[in-house]
């Protein structure tokens, strides 16, 4: 699976867009009062991609072990310093709903967290490319 982000800002347009594979979707973000970038910052945006994946992923794990889930809750947070330092205290809560005894829930949620790719990869660590 092949994942794209873009994002086009210019004074009097700002737009960006995901794409997983042929599948492209805009993201309606607003910009900057000032014209010049986006309202939401990138630090929001990756403690969202945390939560956007821990939420997808527990539908997909209790699906696989047949529970069906009537709510997800699942909040992040971390902190950003002085610009150019890197966040820490990066940490998150998941709570879900479900007619399933409490017992498989917590096995549900971590076995979610060992799978979890977008939390996968952050603890692993990655390179970050400059392309030309």
């Given at each position: 699976?092949h994942i794209h982000?873009r994002i086009?800002?210019?004074?009097?347009?700002f737009?960006?867009?995901?794409?997983t594979?042929?599948?492209v979707?805009?993201?309606?973000?607003?910009?900057?009062?000032?014209?010049q970038?986006?309202?939401?910052?990138?630090?929001?945006?990756?403690?969202?991609?945390l939560?956007t994946?821990?939420?997808?992923?527990?539908?997909r794990?209790?699906?696989r072990?047949?529970?069906?889930?009537?709510s997800?809750?699942v909040?992040?947070?971390?902190?950003?310093?002085?610009?150019g330092?890197?966040?820490t205290?990066?940490?998150?809560?998941a709570?879900?709903?479900a007619?399933?005894?409490?017992?498989?829930?917590?096995?549900l949620?971590?076995?979610?967290?060992?799978?979890?790719e977008?939390?996968?990869t952050?603890?692993?660590?990655?390179t970050v490319t400059?392309?030309?």
């Open positions: 699976m982000a086009h800002s210019s004074a009097d347009h737009e960006t867009a995901v794409q594979n042929a599948t979707q805009i993201l309606p973000l607003p910009p900057k009062p000032t014209g970038g986006g309202a939401v910052n990138g630090g929001e945006l990756l403690l969202l991609a939560a994946c821990f939420c997808n992923d527990l539908y794990e209790a699906a072990r047949g529970l069906a889930l009537k997800v809750a909040e992040c947070s971390a902190e950003f310093g002085a610009e330092q890197p966040g205290g990066f940490c998150y809560r709570q879900v709903e007619d399933a005894p409490a017992a498989d829930l917590e096995e949620l971590a076995h979610t967290d060992r799978v979890a977008v939390h996968n952050l603890r692993q660590g990655v400059r392309l030309p």
